[in-house]
């Protein structure tokens, strides 16, 4: 199983990004996919997931109105836009992998996949 996020990169605030997680090694339309960021010294961050079933979505309140989540199955990719980008947006952006993930408040569980991240810095 790998995930690999990419497309994280410097931009100033107001500006956008948009992160891929390209996944291999399992059956991916039936996985939903996470995004999380961390800080050092923060908690990790649940701030979307779309499922895989029927491609609902989740987004943390930090983050609605501003993020959008898709997926293309036929890629085996999940894209996170990310518009209006603030300096609080910063960190280590992660994909994560769950057949049947919940959250619970701000709590995650169920992801079983993880991949390495990528790196998003806003600039104020």
């Known amino acids: 199983v790998q995930l690999q996020a990419s497309g994280g990169g410097l931009v100033q605030a107001g500006g956008s990004l948009r992160l891929s997680c390209a996944a291999s090694g399992f059956t991916f339309e039936n996985y939903a996919i996470g995004w999380f960021r961390q800080v050092p010294g923060k908690e990790r961050e649940g701030v979307s997931c779309?499922?895989?079933?029927?491609?609902?979505?989740y987004y943390a309140d930090s983050v609605k109105g501003r993020f959008t989540i898709s997926r293309d199955n036929a890629k085996n990719t999940v894209y996170l836009q990310m518009n209006s980008l603030n300096p609080a947006d910063t960190g280590v952006y992660y994909c994560?992998?769950?057949?049947?993930?919940?959250?619970?408040?701000?709590?995650?569980?169920?992801?079983?996949?993880w991949g390495k991240g990528t790196q998003v810095t806003v600039s104020s």
């Open positions: 779309i499922s895989g079933s029927d491609g609902s979505t």
């Open positions: 994560a992998a769950g057949a049947h993930p919940t959250i619970v408040g701000s709590t995650w569980y169920g992801m079983e996949h």
